[in-house]
């Protein structure tokens, strides 16, 4: 097990498109391993993908339920996430590993349908909404390059941390 070194703001590598996982093999299970190691002992986090540890393979990690009444479907591997419908749209507050002194308003859709892999290659599928549809829609962004900078509602909605805990 390890603790993986988490890239930042503005590392060029985040902006690196990552490919489909093909091989479910001991080592991808082991990488999996650190890459939950990593965000379990970093700051409160509710999602971690792939690309922010310089693997550049669609992979996130999705946690919802250290906040408490949000409805969710606890602790997600997802493997080559792909959203197959979706519905609405909010504006909510998101905030990054990648970019500890900042967080921003970005609009999402409101509820997901999901299709991806497990750490075994079976299909498994989800529909949810509000906060985790939401963890899920940005965690995705990273397998594309993106963050939520790149999405700000406008300028004036990205807001300077004063401390990331
Ligand atoms: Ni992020």
Redesign the pocket.
């Known amino acids: 097990m390890a603790q993986l070194e988490i890239l930042t703001f503005p590392d060029d590598r985040l902006k690196q498109v990552s490919t489909e996982v093909e091989i479910f093999d001991d080592s991808l299970h082991a990488f999996l391993k650190d890459l939950e190691e990593t965000m379990d002992e970093g700051p409160p986090s509710v999602g971690i ?1 792939a690309p ?1 540890v310089g693997r550049f393979e669609r992979i996130v990690l999705v946690d919802v339920s250290i906040k408490p009444k949000i409805p969710n479907h606890g602790r997600l591997i997802l493997i080559n996430p792909k959203i197959v419908a979706e519905q609405g749209q909010v504006v909510g507050r998101e905030g ?3 970019v500890p002194d900042f967080t921003g308003n970005v609009a999402r859709a409101e509820s997901i349908e999901l299709e991806a892999k497990d750490a075994h290659g079976n299909t498994i599928s989800f529909s949810m909404e509000g906060y985790e549809a939401r963890a899920v829609q ?2 995705m962004d ?1 397998l594309d390059g993106l ?2 900078l790149d999405h700000l509602v406008s300028r004036r909605d990205l807001f300077r941390r004063k401390k990331y805990k």
């Open positions: 993908a922010q990054c590993l990648s940005h965690e990273h963050l939520f």
